[in-house]
């Protein structure tokens, strides 16, 4: 675990020292919440399928407090690694990759959740008269699991995506279709409940919609226990899924490798 | 004579730059066939997006669905042009100065910025720029039967200025690299402002209009869509120019600034 840490600890420090970048991300964010604001309150209608105005405004403050909390790629550095062939670095020494990636990240997740956090913490402050939330501390709690599990499931598909590479070497279309897909039913374009109804059902238990959509539904005490119960089940059984795939992929993928960058 | 003779030579090259981007995506034909089926897939999520909208919310600022629709062909038509052409060179221009890879542009015996705004071709979004000109044809014609080929050119001319406005707006971002080399997202600050052309102008309110004004965003595809409609101006044509010749100086001055500022180490 100490050595893991370690890694975590170097990215940090080396994230810190990327602060402007840092700061962009904050903006870029922004400047979404932004766009999706005057979108939605441009509209004739006060009510679109059961949100208010201000609960439209809201929903996407949430997206953006969760997008550095949910939006882990580690894709990039498992393509990166292959192709470049620096993944033989990583192979020849003890630890797990998997879980050396992870701790890496996490040290740049760290940084950038507290500056985004707090920026949105600020936002909600701001747009106090503008957005309406029905977060409360029961629904914080809840969200907990629903987030943790979400992360996990989006890293073991960002690493099945990565252990593509071993195969195809030029893997880009993956994260771009992995992107369409987490931003139409992962609910960061918009709700999931104002798809039309054949697209409902695919809405709901594709591995997508564990991820924002759900968080923000848990959070906004959106959901019932039965239906929370049951998300966590499919969440789980996508994991699990994703798991096999990706160690699958992997152990093919090292076996084959030949070692050097494309 | 002499500038025909050059005009011919950058074509000459031009056209090599596109047949190695051809082979290249070529080399690699799984990533390019799904490559091409996504950008497509994308298309059609913006295309149900937007239609998710303007049908849940009835008319935005005086567009509706239709409309809407007929804004997205431009803004897809404008947005497969500029990342065919520009957009893969903008994005490796911040981590080009940041490793060192920039001064490769300096020991060529061409101008730099050719190099770096034309060296790679996006073969595949090429493709995607003639599907979604094909589209906005016909559906400009079906919602509007009354369109003339005057303002189906103008419209096009326009889009075609917009994605060169554009250009200018991301080279200036993206040459802040030359000051701030470790800043590596700026792309994605120019992608986000991109976005906002995605939705009409008009949409947009207070100090914000003034933004989305002063950048090229409703140059991109409000206003091409507003020839389509038969709504457009010569105002407009000249505002679009105007802003085309400024940006393009601003991009100048800001590109030249940076050369100087560029260190030429990782």
Request: proline share 2%.
């Amino acid at each position: 675990m100490k050595k893991y840490l370690a890694f975590t600890k170097i990215n940090l420090l080396h994230s810190i020292m990327e602060v402007e970048s840092l700061a962009l991300w904050i903006v870029v964010g922004l400047l979404e919440v932004a766009l999706f604001m005057f979108l939605w309150t441009g509209g004739e209608k006060d009510v679109i399928a059961g949100y208010s105005q201000s609960q439209l405004i809201g929903y996407y403050v949430l997206v953006f407090l969760l997008e550095p909390i949910l939006g882990w790629y580690i894709f990039w550095t498992v393509k990166d690694d292959v192709t470049s062939g620096n993944i033989q670095n990583s192979l020849s020494r003890p630890f797990n990759y998997f879980i050396h990636i992870v701790f890496r990240e996490l040290g740049y997740r760290i940084v950038r959740c507290f500056f985004q956090v707090l920026t949105a913490i600020i936002l909600i402050a701001f747009l106090s008269n503008f957005a309406s939330f029905s977060v409360t501390w029961q629904s914080f709690l809840l969200s907990i699991p629903t987030i943790l599990l979400a992360i996990l499931l989006n890293l073991l598909m960002q690493f099945t995506m990565g252990c593509a590479t071993f195969f195809w070497t030029e893997t880009y279309f993956l994260q771009d279709l992995n992107w369409m897909l987490m931003s139409l039913f992962g609910g960061r374009f918009l709700p999931t409940v104002m798809f039309p109804a054949f697209l409902q059902s695919f809405a709901k238990y594709n591995p997508y919609a564990f991820m924002t959509a759900l968080n923000i539904d848990v959070l906004n005490n959106n959901i019932n226990t039965a239906d929370y119960l049951r998300s966590i089940l499919i969440c789980v059984l996508w994991c699990s899924l994703f798991a096999a795939i990706s160690s699958q992929l992997w152990r093919i993928g090292c076996k084959k490798y030949s070692g050097f960058g494309k | 004579m002499r500038i025909l003779q050059i005009i011919k030579r950058y074509l000459k090259l031009y056209f090599s730059f596109a047949r190695i981007c051809l082979l290249r995506e070529l080399e690699y034909r799984v990533n390019f066939t799904i490559g091409t089926i996504s950008g497509f897939l994308w298309a059609l999520v913006t295309f149900s997006s937007i239609s998710i909208i303007f049908t849940n919310s009835g008319e935005i600022a005086g567009w509706g669905v239709e409309e809407a629709v007929l804004l997205t062909f431009s803004y897809y038509v404008a947005n497969s042009l500029y990342r065919t052409i520009f957009h893969i060179n903008l994005n490796e221009l911040g981590s080009n100065i940041k490793d060192g890879a920039f001064d490769a542009h300096f020991i060529k015996p061409v101008n730099a910025i050719f190099t770096t705004l034309l060296r790679k071709i996006n073969i595949s979004q090429l493709i995607r720029t003639a599907v979604f000109a094909v589209g906005l044809f016909f559906y400009a014609f079906r919602l509007n039967p009354n369109l003339t080929l005057v303002n189906l050119f103008i419209a096009y001319l326009l889009i075609f200025i917009g994605s060169l406005s554009f250009t200018f707006v991301v080279l200036i971002i993206n040459c802040y690299s030359f000051w701030k080399p470790r800043i590596w997202n700026l792309m994605f600050l120019s992608d986000r402002i991109r976005s906002f052309s995605e939705i009409p102008s008009e949409v947009y309110r207070g100090g914000f209009r003034l933004f989305v004004y002063a950048l090229p965003i409703a140059s991109y595809a409000t206003i091409p869509t507003k020839f389509l409609l038969g709504e457009g101006n010569v105002f407009l044509i000249l505002y679009s120019v105007v802003q085309l010749l400024i940006f393009a100086f601003i991009a100048k001055y800001v590109w030249e600034r940076g050369l100087m500022k560029y260190e030429g180490i990782s």
